[in-house]
T-cell receptor, first 113, second 114 residues
Framework: SQQGEEDPQALSIQEGENATMNCSYK?????LQWYRQNSGRGLVHLIL?????REKHSGRLRVTLDTSKKSSSLLITASRAADTASYFC?????????????FGKGTLLTVNP | ETGVTQTPRHLVMGMTNKKSLKCEQH?????MYWYKQSAKKPLELMFV???????ENNSVPSRFSPECPNSSHLFLHLHTLQPEDSALYLC?????????????FGDGTRLSIL
């Protein structure tokens, strides 16, 4: 399977703490994307990191990519109760014009106030 | 985010019914997707449409029939579904069918098969 696998499956922290989620995949990628899904809603794109990038920041989010280990991590700093959601990594293994993403099962993050 | 709108939000149907899910995107995108999200399973890609043409059918049973009349609208016609088809069906769009495009999702239709 090409799909990414998030780790841990569930994470519970206190408000103000940092949350780190990991993603591993098996075959080479063009890019890796992280998405958030609030309960009962669709997925929201957070950040995209290309295969030739090692680190990327967006606000309180920091994403790293290690292509030699085929892994990525998402760090959310100074977490808030509103960050409570499921987080998914999605890997792009597309070739030519056939673009598609392969999603993992997600990490359920709970931030306690 | 209301760029991608899905209707209905909830649908309960019997196995012999015929119903349709609708997706509309207001983002001017050229690619649209149908996904199935079941509990404790990864998001499953079902169909991909690029410029109204179907480019991917991920071994989806024929009881699911997609239709894309234009780049802004996508339908999923359902008939003779099975209980295991109960899931959240998500529609998404992206600017172009090229590498590196974020996908924009609707809030999904929660489908329950009786």
């Amino acid at each position: 399977s090409q799909q990414g696998e998030e780790d841990p499956q569930a994470l519970s922290i206190q408000e103000g703490e940092n949350a780190t989620m990991n993603c591993s995949y098996k075959t080479s990628i063009n890019n890796l994307q992280w998405y958030r899904q609030n309960s009962g809603r669709g997925l929201v794109h957070l950040i995209l990191i290309r295969s030739n990038e090692r680190e990327k920041h967006s606000g309180r989010l920091r994403v790293t990519l290690d292509t030699s280990k085929k892994s990525s991590s998402l760090l959310i700093t100074a977490s808030r109760a509103a960050d409570t959601a499921s987080y998914f990594c999605a890997t792009d293994h597309s070739g030519g014009s056939n673009y598609k993403l392969t999603f993992g099962k997600g990490t359920l993050l709970t931030v306690n106030p | 985010e209301t760029g991608v709108t899905q209707t209905p939000r909830h649908l309960v149907m019997g196995m012999t019914n015929k119903k349709s899910l609708k997706c509309e995107q207001h983002l001017g995108h050229n690619a649209m997707y149908w996904y199935k999200q079941s509990a404790k399973k990864p998001l499953e890609l079902m169909f991909v449409y690029n410029f109204k043409e179907q480019t991917e059918n991920n071994s989806v049973p024929s009881r699911f029939s997609p239709e894309c009349p234009n780049s802004s609208h996508l339908f999923l016609h359902l008939h003779t579904l099975q209980p295991e088809d109960s899931a959240l069906y998500l529609c998404a769009s992206s600017q172009d069918p090229g590498t590196g495009q974020p996908q924009h999702f609707g809030d999904g239709t929660r489908l329950s098969i009786l």
